[in-house]
């Protein structure tokens, strides 16, 4: 079981589609099954009309996945759209704040520094403080200061160290909304998951991930996939007014599901010269 878990703060665009096609690419080339999952956690960006847009226009594309959070649209699950599941979020936040292993923290972003992968590090240093409940907090969960392994199958053997990366990790934060680490893990436990595929940006947070799991008692990990993001010509990855040209936008620009998933493969450099594809072509281009 894969999945493809898209945040409902914008449209689809070009690197969503490529995301799609590896992750329902190589999931139906192993036999797998593809859940789609609205990654609404943050309440105060998500938006109903961009959770409905990204349904059309992954059922415009031909993406049908197995099971999601919309009728229609494969087998049907309300509990794919993480805003449902807020209950279960707390629930198992509190099994490990009865494990002692979890801290309330009211430092103010400002006050912390970037940690090594574009995060900000907190050093532990609020579990000591004993902050009282009446005071705004978040709440973290201590990362292990060790080396955790795991195998990519794109990036190929992988060491991290969850605590230097980016220290202690924020499960909830002041507002009450549980992060997207916190809710990715419990999500991707909960709904069977053992693959995951996502872009290379997100390969450095895979060790907390692990270590999120080892705490919720997780049997073994996913196998984890890490695609590379979209570059230009030079190699650099292509900016955000680039990426920002929504899928809706080639839509009525007079973009069909052929030329755009035709532009995705040629922009993941999967095929050779520009042009419209097939769903099956452009998916079986992935594969390569
Ligand atoms: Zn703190």
Redesign the pocket.
């Known amino acids: 079981m894969s999945r493809f878990a898209p945040a409902p703060t914008g449209y689809l665009h070009l690197g969503h589609v490529v995301s799609c096609l590896y992750v329902f690419g190589l999931t139906r080339a192993l036999g797998g099954q593809v859940l789609v999952r609205i990654e609404d956690h943050d309440r105060t960006r998500a938006r109903p009309e961009f959770d409905e847009a990204i349904r059309e226009d992954l059922a415009w594309l031909g993406l049908i996945p197995d099971r999601s959070p919309w009728k229609g649209l494969g087998e049907f699950d309300p509990a794919l759209r993480q805003s449902h599941r807020a209950d279960v979020h707390a629930a198992r936040l509190a099994d490990l704040a009865r494990g002692g292993l979890v801290?309330?923290?009211?430092?103010p972003r400002s006050?912390?520094t970037p940690g090594n992968d574009g995060e900000l590090f907190?050093?532990?240093?609020?579990?000591s403080?004993k902050?009282p409940d009446d005071v705004p907090?978040?709440l973290?969960i201590p990362m292990p200061d060790r080396d955790i392994t795991f195998h990519d199958l794109i990036a190929g053997p992988q060491s991290q160290n969850p605590f230097r990366q980016t220290g202690?990790l924020l499960a909830r934060d002041r507002h009450g909304c549980f992060t997207y680490h916190f809710s990715c893990a419990v999500d991707d436990l909960d709904q069977g998951v053992n693959l995951v595929i996502r872009g290379r940006d997100l390969l450095a947070s895979t060790g907390r991930q692990l270590a999120l799991r080892e705490l919720l008692s997780a049997p073994g990990s996913p196998v984890f996939c890490h695609h590379d993001l979209l570059v230009d010509e030079t190699g650099r990855k292509l900016g955000k007014r680039f990426l920002s040209t929504s899928i809706r936008k080639m839509r009525l620009d007079g973009g069909t599901p052929e030329s755009i998933l035709g532009l995705a493969a040629f922009l993941a450099r999967k095929t050779q010269h520009q042009g419209p594809l097939d769903l099956p072509s452009a998916l079986d281009s992935f594969m390569r």
């Open positions: 801290y309330r923290c009211d430092c006050s912390m907190h050093q532990g240093y609020c579990q403080r902050i907090h978040g973290r202690d």
